[in-house]
């Protein structure tokens, strides 16, 4: 499939010639998923073990992350196109952006909640991932402690 093309109903926005943010990757993600026909829409948190691998320079901020048993990831849809104000989901009808999970944005940031099976020398290892091999990594948020019961996190997870 073509994942540039625009389909029908689709519209485009001229992007801008100048960006603000500075985004700094910490890391990569490896995923069985070689092309975006083999990624699934969503992850699954019974979905394959992927591995989350920090860069060196970021891998002491890792410190106490294997107490929690859920992770939120943002991530960088490197391949997506980034001009579509209006789409066309396969089998669904025309929406705009705003209102789609689709990795096609002015600033094509992903998140996923996911289930952390592990840290070995600062790789995680995750389930609930749905991104191409080799998507870079941009933050980590703890979601819920291991040792907890409830659906909220402790209180550090929370601030
Ligand atoms: C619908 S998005 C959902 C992303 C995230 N779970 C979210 O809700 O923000 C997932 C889809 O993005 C596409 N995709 C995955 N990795 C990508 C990448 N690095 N660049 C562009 N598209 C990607 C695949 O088609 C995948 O099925």
Redesign the pocket.
Known sequence: MD?QATRPGETEAPLPERTDARLVFIGRIRTP?AT??D?????RQDGPICQVEIDAHWQPALKGIEAFAELDLL??????RRDLLTQTPRGGGTLGTFA?????RPN?????RVKLEGVEDGVLLVRG????D???LLDIKPFRCSHSHGTTGTSHAAS
Do not use: K
């Open positions: 994942w998923f975006r026909d990624c699934p829409r969503q992850g991530y960088w849809m490197h391949e997506a789609l999970r689709s990795p096609v094509p940031i992903a998140l996923s991932l749905d991104c191409l080799g998507t870079p």
